[in-house]
């Protein structure tokens, strides 16, 4: 099994540009979300899933989309990407809503300049 | 969920137990402890969880006080390859989402 794969690893775009990151499991886990982390700071909530065709907003949801159309699958979209959205973006997922540890990415290092 | 306290930073010699403390006082009785670590910029990585009991695994062992208002993570010899930042989270497992806080870096010295 591969876990938690996420892409890019690393991206930089310009203030404005709009970008999609991946995130996909194949441990067939219902449960997955989003984290964002500053430099210095922990990790903060963006969006989570608890199944196929469900999202939620986390602590911090401004200024980013997701969807979960498959199991697999769960994309976090910046529509209009800005300079306080430059952190390291880190997909989790976990068995389901209420059992299991979280398996993290790799993450996804974004810039916006 | 309950929010939890941890210390900023923690050294500790190599080869000692390194004792993580954690302080979840607004814990209710349908929430489980867990701990994660997180080395250099990685993601994170699940180290074990408990509800009541004291749990050991092969990577640590989780000390539950009896009223569940703290807890204790202990490396029983840590060594240099733990060094990194270790949170503490307290879910319910009723609620999908897992929040974590600035959790405490630990520096192994040799």
């Known amino acids: 099994n591969a876990g938690v794969t996420q892409t890019p690893k690393f991206q930089v775009l310009k203030t404005g540009q709009s970008m999609t990151l991946q995130c996909a499991q194949d441990m067939n886990h219902e449960y997955m979300s989003w984290y964002r982390q500053d430099p210095g700071m922990g990790l903060r909530l963006i969006h989570y899933?608890?199944?196929?065709?469900?999202?939620d907003q986390g602590e911090v949801p401004n200024g980013y989309n997701v969807s979960r159309s498959t199991t697999e699958d769960f994309p976090l979209r910046l529509l209009s990407a800005a300079p306080s959205q430059t952190s390291v973006y880190f997909c989790a997922s976990r068995r389901d809503v209420q059992t299991g540890e979280l398996f993290f990415g790799e993450g996804s290092r974004l810039t916006v300049l | 969920d309950a929010k939890t306290t941890q210390p900023t930073s923690m050294d500790c010699a190599e080869g000692r137990a390194a004792n993580l403390p954690c302080n979840h006082s607004t814990i209710s009785g349908n929430e489980y402890v867990y701990w994660y670590r997180q080395i250099h910029s990685q993601g994170p990585q699940y180290i074990i969880h408990?509800?009541?009991n004291n749990e050991t695994n092969e990577m640590a062992s989780l000390i539950i006080t009896e009223d569940r208002k703290s807890s204790t993570l202990i490396l029983p010899h840590a060594t240099l390859r733990d060094t990194a930042v270790y949170y503490c989270i307290v879910r319910n497992t009723n609620a999908g989402k897992s929040t974590f806080g600035d959790g405490t870096t630990l520096t192994v010295k040799p």
């Open positions: 899933s608890v199944g196929a065709g469900i999202t």
């Open positions: 408990g509800l009541k």
